[in-house]
């Protein structure tokens, strides 16, 4: 089973600056990697697909990048919305499908 | 807009089958895609369970293979769980989902539904 890392568990961040979240892949996974956005009361929602490609609806200011075992999530400059938990995913052709403990983006 | 909806008990009781049930709308289960199940615990975090394609391919957890198994109504537009043998450690919020065949990533999700395995 490849195991998903994120850090950090939490990022304290103020309105208009820039996040940025990590994930490492016990293994390589290539560009298999997604990332979801999940808000409490809301169902998770996809943001990032193979490694760098916004899933449709997904403003600009969320940018993903990196291959092999090392992927990083930007949010370029947070809005209100934006204060969740963010998951990453691997999808590599090896079951099962895995996720990380995910990084919760707070206001500081 | 696709929306999926779960449904079913959120109570088992240990040694029992947890069923539940995820209804589609706004897309046909039969236009494609695997339809699956994720749970999220306070153990374990997020925990892929199995996706289902009408085409008869199924994809499992090899944790939970032997307990687990997927259907499908077609003509409620619905598909299913069934987890045997409940547990405490099956508490968890379970997940419906639409799982792209190409890229294999979940879009997009219900809302999830608590079960909690208890006497």
């Known amino acids: 089973e490849i195991v998903m890392t994120q850090s950090p568990g939490t990022l304290s961040v103020s309105p208009g600056e820039r996040a940025t979240l990590s994930c490492r892949a016990s293994?390589?996974?290539?560009?298999?990697l997604a990332w979801y956005q999940h808000k409490s009361g809301h169902a998770p929602r996809l943001l990032i697909y193979?490694?760098?490609i916004r899933a449709a609806g997904i403003p600009r200011r969320f940018s993903g990048s990196g291959s092999g075992t090392e992927f990083t999530l930007t949010i370029s400059s947070l809005q209100s919305e934006d204060f969740a938990v963010y998951y990453c995913?691997?999808?590599?052709?090896?079951?099962?499908?895995?996720f990380g403990g995910g990084t919760k983006v707070e206001i500081k | 807009q696709v929306q999926l909806q779960e449904s079913g008990p959120g109570l088992v009781r240990p040694s029992e089958t947890l069923s539940l049930n995820c209804t589609v709308s706004?897309?046909?289960?039969?236009?494609?895609?695997?339809w699956g199940w994720i749970r999220q615990s306070p153990a374990k975090g997020l925990e892929w369970i199995a996706s289902?394609?009408?085409?008869?391919?199924?994809l499992y957890n090899p944790s939970l293979k032997n307990r687990v198994t997927l259907s499908e109504d077609t003509s409620k537009n619905q598909f299913s769980l069934t987890l045997r043998s409940a547990t405490a450690a099956d508490t968890a919020v379970y997940y419906c989902?639409?799982?792209?065949?190409?890229?294999?990533?979940?879009?997009?999700w219900g809302h999830g539904m608590l079960v909690t395995v208890s006497s």
């Open positions: 989902v639409r799982q792209v065949p190409g890229t294999l990533n979940f879009d997009p």
């Open positions: 706004g897309y046909s289960i039969t236009s494609g895609f695997y």
């Open positions: 289902i394609a009408l085409n008869g391919n199924s």
């Open positions: 293994q390589s996974v290539n560009s298999n």
């Open positions: 193979g490694s760098s």
């Open positions: 995913q691997q999808y590599e052709d090896r079951l099962p499908f895995t």
